[in-house]
C-alpha cells in the first residue's frame, strides 16, 4: 500500500531498497575480489558449456553470488527446455 | 576485572570520538575508573570534545618514549570522578607508537581503571593496528550509509582476523521519520548485512552539535536524548541485559501523538 502511495505520489520506490541492494552487491565484491565484468565472463564461460548439453533460457537464467555468514556462494538457477540430442558423448573430446 | 574496549568504523565522520567521550563519561557516572585514550597521533581531538584541551600537557607519545610517567600525562576531569583522558600527540605521526608499545600502555591503564576506552582513527592502516592491539573488545560505529557499512563490514573482517571476541555495532544518526518513510536503513537491515550483535542505536540530533560546541558530552545533559541513548550503550556495555532502545521510542511524529492525545492510541512507554 505504502509503495502504491509513494509510486502515485511520484516516488521511485524506498530509496532504503536501492541502498540495501548496492550494498549486498559491493559487500560481496569486495569479499572475493572479483568485479562484476569478471564474474560475467565467468558466466558467459559456464554457459558456453551447459548450451552443449542441454537447451536452455538463457532469458531466465540467475548467476549471482550471495553471502552465507562468512563464506560467499555461487548461486544459479538454470531453467532446461530440454537436453540436446547434440550432446557429445560421454569420453568424447 | 578490567577491560580495554576499542571504538572504530574504518570511515571517517561517524562519530567515533563522540561516542568514545560520551561512553567514557557515562561509565564513568556509574562509578567507574575509566580511561579514554586518544589514539588518533598526529589529529587529536578526543580532549576538544571532552573540553579538556587547555589541561594537555604531555601525550600518548610522550608517555611511549619514557618522556614522562603515564600519572603525568592523564588529565583527570574535574567534572566527573574517575574519568581520565590519555590525549594523542599533535605534533607526530602515527609511526611513533607500535603495537607493541600500545599493548604495554594499555595493560597498565588496566591496572588502575576499570574500563580503558580505545577512541581509533580512521583507515586500517598503522593507526588501526595500533588501537586494536591492546583491547579486549571492539564496538563498530557505523551510520546507515552505504559507505559506511561498507567499511563496517571490512573493519568487522579485520577484528575478526586479530582472534577478538566478536564486535558489537552502535549505529550512529538514526533518523525514525526517514526510515519510516522509507529513505534510511532500519536497524533490521542494517543488522543483516554486518551480522554482529547490536550494542546501540543512537538518533540524529543537533545537540551533538551544541555539546560538541561546549566541550560537554551529551551524557551530562540529563534531557538530552543522544545523552540516554549512549547512556543506555554504558549501562550494555557494562553488562547490564535487557535495556530498551531509546531511539525507537522517540520523534513519533505529528499524527501518533495526536492520535495518543486524543486518546485514539496507547500512551507512550516512559523511556526507562
Known sequence: MKDLIARFFGGRGHSKDD?????????????????PAQLEAMKAEIMEVICRYMDVDKQDTVFRLERLQDKVALVSSVPVRRVTSRAPAHGAA | MSECIVITSGKGGVGKTTTTANLGVAL??????????DADIGLRNLDVVLGLENR??????????????????LIKDKRVEGLDLLPAAQTRDKTAVSPDSMRRLIAQLKETHDYVLVDC?????????????????????????????????RIIGLVEAAEM????????????????????MDKDDILEILAIPLIGLIPESEEVIISTNRGQPAVMEPDSRVGEALRRIARRVHGEKGVPYAALEQDEGFWLSFRRWMGLAPAREVAG
Not at chain 1, 549486498?24 to 572475493?32: E, R, Y
Not at chain 2, 598503522?126 to 552505504?146: H, K, Y
Open chain 1, 19 to 35: 541502498a540495501k541492494q548496492r550494498l549486498k552487491f559491493l559487500l560481496i565484491h569486495d569479499q572475493v575480489d572479483m568485479t
Open chain 2, 28 to 37: 564513568a557516572l556509574m562509578g567507574n575508573r575509566v580511561a579514554v585514550v
Open chain 2, 121 to 153: 582513527p580512521a583507515g586500517i592502516e598503522q593507526g588501526f593496528r595500533n588501537s586494536i592491539a591492546g583491547a579486549d573488545r571492539a564496538l563498530i560505529v557505523t551510520t546507515p550509509e552505504v559507505s559506511a557499512i561498507r567499511d563496517a563490514d
Open chain 2, 165 to 184: 571476541p566478536e564486535p558489537e555495532l552502535i549505529i550512529n544518526r538514526y533518523r525514525r521519520n526517514m526510515v519510516r518513510a522509507g529513505d534510511m
Open chain 2, 56 to 73: 594537555i600537557v604531555y601525550d600518548l607519545v610522550h608517555v611511549i618514549e619514557g618522556e614522562c610517567r603515564l600519572k603525568q600525562a
